[in-house]
């Protein structure tokens, strides 16, 4: 335990859909299910919402992770929201690579608000993977340099 | 391309004479080497001013946002599909618009002409297929084709693809060219070089924001940049400020694109500016077998989805 | 006074050795053009090239700067409390400055150090820099110096003038800080009476070779409001996109925008060079803007540059003739253009 808390821990920004993902979280929770408390969660109304900045947002921030997650294409609350998404997650992650930034700090899932045992499952291989990739180098805004 | 400039001015003097639009767009020669005039003429004695030639690279689609009037507006093949983006993206009416295609064969790079010559260029002159630039004590022709803009020389769409008239028959297309071979050369880069080439290429970036006020898709009322609540990006030249700015600036061109070059030819200290957009241009072809603005029924990129999208990222 | 001249590379060998001491600020091209920066181990100073794509104001007045600093910590006993942000104002040094930038501080001048307000990062930036110029052999197609007052081999703003005359510079200091330098770098030969010729031979061909210019006369005598109102503003200059490079490579340039940047509970309050070009530059609090259309930015930036700043301070247009608004504009809005419509104009 002490162990653990003297070890590096990563600093994971979570956007999860209200409608699914957050409530898998809640359901996680209720059944008491083990996962790292390496999360700050963010709760948005449909991962249709995530745009690029926010995600930039929670790594300039000195995110060293950052985990997006809705519902399952097809299920969106709001019928479409995800699919759009989908296309959007896909090229921002691309891109996101094609400038050397290691693809292990960003994931995306599809967990409904029943699956809260694949929630606890995804969180702790998030944390895990993001242990190993080391804290945040890039992106990071701290004071200007400026003159 | 020089012998276009006769047939623009007749069609500019007839289409503001029969009353067929209220405005033209077209270039003016400019007052250095190089660089010209867009010029935006309201009745046909000013059309006598138009020319064109391979240094016409300022994207004319940016001077129609928003326009009420009626426009006749030239386009190469690549601001043609800056036209279509416009029209799917309702930023104009079809009905407006009388588009005047310009077979295009590229505009030159005048940075690697420079580059190739020992003492500054006094003028420039273009004849058939060579382009001459003279200084005080030097002459040089080259192949015109050998001195094309990077984009150019990979251009998929020199002829308009959406037009009411030409000026020119249509130049053959190009064949055989690979159009990300640069972008491929650096997806075999490893993490920490791909770093590096992104920090040094925006290193000597001024904020100045030409490539955007450049670039005819970048026309939201209130650029990101300036948005303050919340602020997304810092304005003063920190380089993680400036390097969220293009990131953010390059992905809002997702799907939008044509590689028109025109962010390339405005930067004031010659940035490679295509480095972001290129990758994202390759991943729309790659992924979603889409170009965009090659017409204009097709929804935008982002704009649509299909069940069957990549997903297989997403756990 | 002290006028001496030195072979090519004793001269860069002094500079080096200045380098290794103090700041060293020179002409260094990156491949496709130079820009002004501070030497490092390795760094060539490049005084062949005409002018360097952005001008050496930024040695002055840096684009992005930090003024204060304070904390948002409600534990700290510096809570709130704004302070000035430290700064290293020891003597540092700017070579290959040609005389129309080293002008521009002098017009820029007017504006940051005034009889009731002070700038004081501007006016100890300034002060704490001793200017080594270097005189123009060759004038550009674009510079037009000698049409605003300055002159390829002028000295006004220089502590030291360097003329290149081929295998070696005549050095000559112009005020008592260039004459320190002179004698802290010692070495050189003593001009003599041939240098002084040829360097005068120079001069006259360097104003010869000056090929573009403007006309100013008539500007005084016009009247502003009949300016402001004149037609060529509304569609003369549409092919301008309001990018800003002109405002940003331009040494005359002055406009900043202060903004707060906070980091956890840390603030900055940083100034960053503003252009008024952008369509934020006047946007009011509530909304408006009195200058939301395109012809009107231009128009003030022009009323500006070569009405309301002479009329006001009289020491000429607002301009060196440095030309490079002119090379750096992608639209081609060309000043020497304006400024004829404007001379010229009549209502």
Redesign the interface.
Known sequence: MEKEMQEWQPKIVAFLCNWCTYGAADLAGVNRLQYPPNFKVIRVPCSGRISPKLILAAFRNGADGVWISGCHPGDCHYIEGNMYARRRFTLFRSLFKHIGIDERRLHFSWISAAEGIKFAEVANDIVKTVKEVGPAKQLIKEKAQVA | MVNYTDKIRETAKRLLNDGTVDTFIGYRKGSLPFVNNPAIIHNAEEADELVWDSNCALNLCNYLTNRTDKIGVLATGCNSRNIAMHLKENKIKREQLVIVGVPCTGMVDHRAVKGMVDGEILEVTEAGEEITVKGDDFEKTFKTADVLQTNCQTCAHRNPVIFDELVADEVPELDGVNQYADVEAVEAQSDEEKWQNFENIFESCIRCYACRNACPLCYCPTCFVDESKPQWVGKSTDPTDTMTFHFLRAFHMAGRCTDCGACERACPVDIPLRYLTKKLNKDAKDIYDYESGTNVEDKALLDTYKPTDLNDFIR | MIEKSYKKDEWQGALAKLAKESRVIAPVN????S?FKTLEEGDVPDFKS?KT??SPKSVVF?????MFEYSLDEESEENGILKEAKKDYAEKFVAGIRPCDARSFKLVQVNFDTPTYKDPWWINNYESTTFIGQACNKA???CFCTSTGGSPFGEEGLDVVTVDMGDSFLVKSVTDKGEKLLNTIGGGADATDDMKTKVAELEKAAVASVKSEIKTDNLKELKETDLFEADFWK?TF??C?????C???CPTCWCF?I?D?V?KK?G?R?R?WD?CM?P?FTKHGMGHNPRDQKFQRIRQRFMHKLKYYPDKYDKGIMCVGCGRC?????????I??VAELMNNYSK
């Open positions: 990156g491949g496709t053009h820009v005409s794509r952005l840096p684009q992005s700067e930090r550009c197609s674009t569609d549409d092919g996109i309001n990018c800003g490079g405002t940003f490579s925008d903004q940047e980091q840390e900055d940083i960053n252009s952008f934020l002119v090379e750096v504009c992608p639209a081609n809005i060309d020497r253009r």
